[in-house]
């Protein structure tokens, strides 16, 4: 049976450890990330929901100074040194042709066959569960205290070919340095909108 | 001065809350979700890191009976009752113009300029950048002891017409059940991958 929290809001001090508090660094202490954090990390993230559990994600863990020079040289100016720097990258990547996986997957129908013969769909389904593991997998990096620094600046097509080239039907989405954030290297938090300005309950 | 919680990890009912326990549901017990639930989620999802700040999210919830049967005469044969039952089901659509914010949203820079004339890339920096903002709203919604359902099974441009007319550079991405789940409605969880099957670390 499924353990159910109707009504319990989170503690103050892990609202802001996930949202409040949370902050998207640009530089880090020099802490290593362990293998094993890395694992616990995929394994809190890999509970977050995807479509038909469809699970399209496809990371490789940028950890050593070559994976990790190799993947700044393909990124924009502007991130070059957060990558070099950065304990650990995750390379998100989507597969494709995810639905070859759905009958281990999604065993109890044949979800496989929704997804045949329509790769635009795919694409389209891919990027967006992947978009959600995403920010699952930063999620789970802060609930283990972590932190994160997204970026999408970067050759998606050449870091497909350097990092996927034994899968080439998986795509690069975004990258997410993940360490110990060092607050020096963070400005004020952004402006956030008002819930009138982007939200309507109808 | 930014809070840190450096290798704090949430405690196990914090991480059951947000992970391990949480589940898709596709019913829901008798028990209305109040606005101020509603707010209080964009309260915490708004906190969540998009490229840029760039915030693409435009969220219609649909909380009236009225609102929740257009949404539903939209979607998939699969997916008409959970809309219906469910005490709100929030749209998330993106703002394929969000750029046109950047100026409050960014303010440091003049980060409008980047997106300017790129409706292709602003089309994909919407896409997935919403995609994170919807598992954002999950987690919050988590947090606060609500449950959700996730949906991509309806017609977008429809939904498009229907509900964001009024303005006319929005997209819809994907829908989400929110609300107390009924736990008799779920089956057992989906199986989920090895580390090893979807993950390298280099």
Redesign the interface.
Known sequence: ???????????D????????????YNGW?DKPVS?EQ??AI????????T?A?M?P????????AE?KQKLSDLASEGNKTKIETAPVVAIIGY?IDFHEHLP?????TDAKSWFEGDEAGREQ?A???S??Q???L???A???????G?M?GFDNAAVDKA?FADQPRVRS??ICGIG??D?ST??DR????D?DR?????
Chains 1, 2 share one sequence.
């Open positions: 049976m499924t353990k159910q929290f109707h009504d319990n809001v989170l503690s001090d892990a609202l802001d450890q996930l949202f409040h508090e949370a902050r998207s202490l293998d890395i694992r995929y394994e809190l993230m890999k509970m977050g929901p479509s559990n699970q994600a496809r990371i490789v863990w940028a950890k050593s994976a597969d281990w997957l999604f065993p109890h389904g990027f967006r569960n978009s959600l995403g920010a699952y930063m999620f789970a802060r609930a283990l205290g972590l932190d994160c997204p999408s990092f989405n975004f110990y954030g607050a963070i400005f952004s402006p956030r909108p819930f982007f939200n309507t309950i109808a």
